[in-house]
């Protein structure tokens, strides 16, 4: 069944999580966003990089479930996807946005502290993707969950980036701060419950 997922199903499920950003180059490519690329992309990957965070926060949780197991196979991928997407959101920025002006640059710094929130987010996401291998799970051993649970930080992070920049419309932020709050308090009272049982466990 390994083998089966290694060499079947990876190319197939990369192209599924590719998907948003094959339409956005596509889009793109086709002028549909046009004569402000940069404003518009940096909304849709930053919409797909909050999606996936969700995604990958959704997983824990719905494991549990038994007819959801099988999504033990995608959770890298989903991990990953969410880091593609805060990654792509920053290069888009950077190219489209920015135009890769210095000047530019330093004065969003200055007048836009939201992005340090974004980047602190994206810093906790790479970490998380480069521990991502079964070879760092094994290297960091106990040390790796709790790295992972870094996530939350992460989430955190993102939603104080979603607030910190609205002018008008909230209703992207006040979305994915609901789906991010009931997400992350379904983890944190899954890891309570698992701290109960550890703690009678041990004063048996």
Known sequence: MKAFWDRKEKPYVLIVFLLPFLWMLGSLLMGQYFPDPGKLLMRLSGI???????????VTPLMKIK??????????FVGLSAFFYSMLHLVIYLLLF???SWRW???DLVEKPYIYAGVFALLVLLALAITSTKKMMKRLGRNW???????YLATIAIVLHLWWQVKGDTSL?????????MLLGLRLISNRKKLKKTIASATI
């Open 67 to 76: 007819r959801f197991n099988w999504l033990a196979r995608y959770r890298r």
């Open 173 to 181: 932020a006040v979305i994915f701060t609901v789906v991010f709050v």
């Open 48 to 58: 797909w990089a909050c999606v996936f965070v969700a995604a990958a926060l959704s």
């Open 105 to 107: 640059i330093r004065s």
């Open 98 to 100: 920015a135009g890769l």
């Open 145 to 151: 969950k709790r790295l992972h649970r870094l996530i």
